[in-house]
């Protein structure tokens, strides 16, 4: 069973988490119109860690202090785990049917046939099971590492 101040902690976890990850799909999803995968979900990581470190540090954990000590701490924690997410990302995209959901409209005559628009679903459910992978070890490296209390 889990302490109240750790389901807390934890559902603060998931909600900056929450947000952290639709930046994260955003800027993953926009660039990788023009740049590869693999740079594509770097710099959604990157963006995302940021904005990340900022509300746990001082919502989740109510760490006030200027440690720059565990500002590095958690740059190596999410390195090891941006690494991770980027890499089971591209093995999630290698290994998921390469699938594609269109929506168009039929029947009118001012309506074209073709899709208005299409959302690659591959690529959704990949970020989805890496971010799965790169959030428990986030938590745990967070709240036994990073933030811990003294």
Request: charged share 15%; proline share 2%.
């Amino acid at each position: 069973m889990i302490s109240s101040k750790t389901y807390i902690s934890l559902t603060k976890f998931a909600i900056v988490g929450g947000l952290s990850f639709g930046l994260d799909f955003f800027v993953y999803y926009t660039t990788s119109q023009f740049f590869p995968t693999f740079l594509a979900k770097s710099l959604g990581i990157i963006f995302a860690t940021g904005f990340n470190y900022l509300l746990n540090k001082w919502w989740t954990w109510g760490q006030k202090d200027k440690n720059n000590q565990r500002l590095v701490k958690y740059i190596a924690l999410y390195t090891i785990s941006g690494l991770l997410n980027v890499i089971s990302n591209e093995i999630f995209l290698a290994t998921l049917p390469n699938a594609e959901l269109l929506l168009s409209l039929n029947g009118a005559s001012f309506v074209s046939s073709k899709p208005f628009f299409a959302f690659k679903a591959d690529k959704f459910f990949a970020m989805i099971f890496a971010t799965i992978v790169g959030m428990i070890i986030n938590f745990i490296g967070q709240k036994l590492w990073v933030f811990k209390e003294k």
